[in-house]
């Protein structure tokens, strides 16, 4: 299976591709708020690499979520280009299950000022949500704290680096596809971002307000 992966929702833009043999390449670049700048540089480079074009790929993989907002859009949007224009599969991953683990951790990406999105492993399986900063400290103080970000407050773990390779990106995206899961098409992907966006929650708020002042 030819599978093309990315990575756009943090920090590190990670690209990976694993063809048929079971060779596999990866690539992490620190980019910041600027995937767009080397994404499609990044995807060409990898693909070039093994001698390929994008009409080769069975499918190609994305983390959905959840981190930075554009960064994940970005991401999306390109594999959704991929899939429609040749007919392959999407499979749409959120990135806590790219994070080789057998033990309870929690992850923490930075969202708005003060508080972070917060994937908690239970052993089990991930949970999602959206906390304060002072929350995370007080409720999970004793649990095992990582971020790929600064984000002060005691007993978090700062990591240097990724949490994650594009290997075991391409680990998770196969497994995935093989329990027919996170597989989707061009139309039906979308962003997992565990909480709206501000502008749509402004909009909805303004439509709620536009509704009560109709029937005053």
């Not at 599978?3 to 980019?31: C, H």
Request: proline share 3%; glycine share 6%; aromatic share 10%.
């Amino acid at each position: 299976m030819n599978l093309l992966t990315l990575d756009t929702s943090s920090i590190w833009l990670k690209v990976a591709l694993e063809v048929d043999g079971g060779e596999m390449r990866s690539t992490v670049t620190k980019s910041k708020n600027r995937h767009s700048d080397f994404l499609m540089m990044e995807i060409d480079r990898t693909l070039k690499f093994f001698g390929m074009e994008v009409a080769d790929l069975d499918a190609v993989g994305c983390v959905t979520g959840p981190g930075h907002f554009t960064g994940i859009r970005s991401g999306i949007a390109t594999v959704k280009a991929m899939s429609f224009a040749h007919s392959i599969p999407i499979i749409g991953v959120p990135y806590a299950e790219c994070v080789v683990t057998k033990e309870p951790i929690v992850l923490l990406r930075k969202a708005r000022m003060g508080w972070v999105y917060v994937s908690e492993y239970d052993g089990k399986s991930w949970t999602y949500s959206m906390n304060s900063v002072d929350f995370v400290v007080k409720h999970l103080s004793g649990k095992k704290i990582l971020s790929e970000e600064i984000v002060n407050g005691e007993k978090i773990e700062i990591i240097t680096g990724p949490l994650f390779t594009g290997f075991d990106m391409i680990e998770a995206m196969k497994r995935a596809f093989k329990n027919k899961m996170h597989v989707y098409n061009h139309l039906n992907i979308k962003p997992f971002y565990v909480q709206k966006p501000i502008a749509e929650e402004k909009l909805a708020k303004k439509r709620d307000t536009e509704h009560e002042k109709k029937f005053e």
